[in-house]
């Protein structure tokens, strides 16, 4: 058999699995949070919202882009808290917050550096892997990045009953700061 079919069909079988890989429950697209520097990529057209909560001992405005997409949340919160040494406080405590209520078991939490490009390196960025459960009681995979630029902190997640790694991939390593 001649060589040129040969490589016809391994490039044909390559275009295959690269389709495959583009899901259509994930369409990918960059997004930008209002008032900050982040982009992102989200597979979905996201939501906005925004509400005040306490972060470091005083109410703030913290503001919210998210989506639903192929039966798992991505979301990116962001609150602007005036003064850059409270990040590191503020950023271990959304941690431990968002952990107790995915009722993650104590200790179980995997913790990893994260390079996001832009990001201050202090307090370092992190990426958190656990598995918890919803509210009713299922399992979830959680997976969160928490990072500050200035006086901004961010933290982004991404919750599914199965967390594929390639999805997990391409939303955490599109992290970006400009």
């Known amino acids: 058999m001649p060589r040129q079919p040969l490589t016809f069909y391994a490039a044909a079988l390559s275009a295959l699995l690269a389709l495959a890989a583009c899901s259509p429950a994930f369409n990918w697209r960059e997004v930008r949070p209002e008032n900050t520097r982040l982009s992102l990529l989200l597979p979905c057209k996201p939501d906005k919202a925004q509400k005040m909560v306490p972060l470091g001992g005083q109410p703030t405005m913290l503001s ?93 997640v991404l919750y599914a009953g199965q967390i594929p790694s390639d999805v997990a991939e391409t939303f955490f390593s599109s992290l970006k700061l400009e």
Request: aromatic fraction near 6%; charge should be positive.
């Open 64 to 156: 919210m882009v998210g989506c639903d997409a192929g039966g798992a949340t991505f979301a990116v919160a962001v609150a602007d808290l005036g003064d850059a040494s409270k990040a590191a406080s503020v950023l271990a405590q959304w941690q431990s917050l968002t952990l107790a209520n995915m009722k993650a078991a104590p200790g179980a939490a995997q913790l990893r550096p994260l390079k996001v490009p832009g990001a201050a390196l202090q307090p370092p960025a992190v990426h958190v892997v656990a598995l918890g459960q919803r509210a009713d009681g299922s399992a979830v995979n959680g997976q969160a990045a928490y990072f500050a630029q200035g006086s901004q902190v961010f933290q982004v």
